[in-house]
Every structure is written in C-alpha cells, then in structure tokens.
C-alpha cells in the first residue's frame, strides 16, 4: 500500500522524488523501492527520516503502529503531518501514541490504488488545518477517490471500500464460474465477467444516477435479466451483502473500542 501511495504521488507529481525517503525493514525491499521511483530508500532509519520530514506516513500493519510512533515519537513535531493507513486505529490511539500536539489524519484507502483507481475513506484530528487537510486530500486524490468521514465513521468505511474488493472479486469469481457452468471457455467468461463489472461500475460513477434506475434500463418485461434478477432476490444477495457489512463494520468497531478502552486504562 504505501509503494502503491509512493507511485501514485509521484505519477501526480505532487511531491518529487527527491523529497521523498522510504524506510523498509529490509535492504532488499529498499533497494527494489529505490530502483523503481528513484528515491532514497533504508532499511531501518525510521527515526532519521521522521525528523527530517514534513509529511510521515505509516504505512505499516496496525500492529506495528505503536511500535513505529514509539521509534519516532521523539523526533515528531507540532508542525509536521502524521499520517495512519493503518485500520481500526482511531485517532485517539494515534494521538496518545505520538505526544506531540500535531496535525494526525487517518487513510482507508483499499487494494485499487494501485491501479490509481482506490478509494481512500479519510478523518483527522483538531489540529489539522485547512491547508494541512488540502495537502492530504491532493495526496490521495493521486491513487484514488477521497471521501472525509469523522473518525467514528472510519469503520463503516474500513467494511464498505477497505474490504469491498473482497467481496466484488467473489462477485467475478462466481460470475465466471456460471459461465463456465453454462459452457463457456475460461478465458471469455473471466474477460466478459470483468469488464461487465468494470463497465457497470464506471457507468455508475459517469451517468450519476442511481443504480436502481440503471438496473431497470436493463431489465425488459419477462425478459432473461428479470428472471434472474428474481433469483438473485429470492436468495437475499442484496441482504446478505448489508449483513456482510454490517458483521464487519461492527467487527472493526469492537476492535476499535478495545483499543480506546486500553489507552484509557492506566498502566501497572
């Protein structure tokens, strides 16, 4: 993910290559980093590059989070921007972590932005300005489409987009495999499955209608789509998937109070 952000700000020429320092736990990953988008890359050095910068991403596990503001946290500083792509870390937690009154923003973005076509839920604390909340959002705007939700928000977002990919790609699978039920080779029915929904998803985003409307202009009366649109319905797809969001959403959000609840209760 943060290789994906890495390229997609570059590409928009938001920042250049040589302002930018990435920091990787190994050297051959370094090396590879600093090969492909010229930049200076280290293994390590996650305190040298903090301090020496005006933007720190985390662009690690969630688990590591605490770990890496540790590193640094004696470097911050109240002017900079600390960035979390991390999910289920509230910017409670982020805030603690770092002790420094500094302008913190949380990322989802999800797995298509590397494609630059991601979409990237974003929240941020008190301190972030407005300048400072334009230069995150131009950051984003490089690998995606940005949406601001306040921080209780960010669950719901983490179950839509974060792990909507997920869901679209069963969505693929299963289309293609009734194809191939229905006897069709692999290779037409995986190329009609995915630009199917690659070309319902931009008509979706182009006309500006809502999906409902652009559903019915498909279907005809007793025509092949209105038999399986009954199918579809008959076996709850539609609520299956608000229940799959749902299960998630609060999946991530008793995460999240747990770690609310431990920064709030004191240490032995």
């Given at each position: 993910m943060g290789a994906a952000l890495l390229g997609g700000m570059l590409k928009a020429e938001v920042v250049e290559a040589s302002q930018?320092?990435?920091?990787?736990?190994?050297?051959?990953?370094?090396?590879?980093?600093?090969k492909r988008f010229g930049i200076l890359a280290t293994a390590g050095g996650n305190r040298e590059a903090a301090a020496?910068?005006?933007?720190?991403?985390?662009?690690?596990?969630?688990?590591?989070?605490?770990?890496?503001?540790?590193?640094?946290?004696?470097?911050?500083?109240?002017?900079?921007?600390?960035?979390?792509?991390?999910?289920?870390?509230?910017?409670?937690?982020?805030?603690a972590e770092a002790g420094v009154p500094m302008a913190v923003f949380r990322?989802?973005?999800?797995?298509?932005?590397?494609?630059?076509?991601?979409?990237?839920?974003?929240?941020?604390?008190?301190v972030a300005t407005r300048a400072q909340r334009e230069m995150v959002e131009s950051i984003f705007r490089a690998v995606g489409v940005v949406a601001w939700v306040d921080d209780e928000q960010m669950d719901a977002v983490t179950a839509l987009s974060g792990s909507g990919p997920a869901y679209v790609y069963i969505f693929i699978e299963a289309m293609i495999a009734a194809g191939l039920k229905m006897g069709l080779s692999r290779d037409i029915s995986t190329r009609l499955a995915e630009q199917t929904v690659l070309g319902a998803a931009k008509h979706v985003r182009d006309s500006g209608l809502h999906p409902a409307i652009l559903r019915d202009q498909v279907i005809t009366p007793g025509g092949v789509t209105i038999a399986a649109i009954h199918e579809l319905e008959r076996h709850g797809l539609r609520s299956m998937l608000i229940s799959a969001i749902e299960a998630a959403t609060q999946h991530s959000r008793n995460k999240t109070r747990a770690m609310l609840d431990s920064l709030e209760t004191p240490q032995p």
């Amino acid at each position: 993910m943060g290789a994906a952000l890495l390229g997609g700000m570059l590409k928009a020429e938001v920042v250049e290559a040589s302002q930018c320092v990435a920091t990787t736990r190994t050297g051959a990953s370094a090396a590879a980093l600093a090969k492909r988008f010229g930049i200076l890359a280290t293994a390590g050095g996650n305190r040298e590059a903090a301090a020496a910068a005006d933007i720190v991403i985390l662009a690690v596990k969630p688990v590591n989070v605490s770990k890496v503001i540790r590193e640094i946290r004696d470097v911050l500083r109240p002017d900079q921007i600390l960035i979390s792509l991390a999910a289920m870390l509230p910017l409670a937690v982020l805030e603690a972590e770092a002790g420094v009154p500094m302008a913190v923003f949380r990322a989802m973005p999800n797995i298509p932005v590397i494609l630059e076509e991601g979409a990237i839920g974003l929240s941020h604390n008190a301190v972030a300005t407005r300048a400072q909340r334009e230069m995150v959002e131009s950051i984003f705007r490089a690998v995606g489409v940005v949406a601001w939700v306040d921080d209780e928000q960010m669950d719901a977002v983490t179950a839509l987009s974060g792990s909507g990919p997920a869901y679209v790609y069963i969505f693929i699978e299963a289309m293609i495999a009734a194809g191939l039920k229905m006897g069709l080779s692999r290779d037409i029915s995986t190329r009609l499955a995915e630009q199917t929904v690659l070309g319902a998803a931009k008509h979706v985003r182009d006309s500006g209608l809502h999906p409902a409307i652009l559903r019915d202009q498909v279907i005809t009366p007793g025509g092949v789509t209105i038999a399986a649109i009954h199918e579809l319905e008959r076996h709850g797809l539609r609520s299956m998937l608000i229940s799959a969001i749902e299960a998630a959403t609060q999946h991530s959000r008793n995460k999240t109070r747990a770690m609310l609840d431990s920064l709030e209760t004191p240490q032995p």
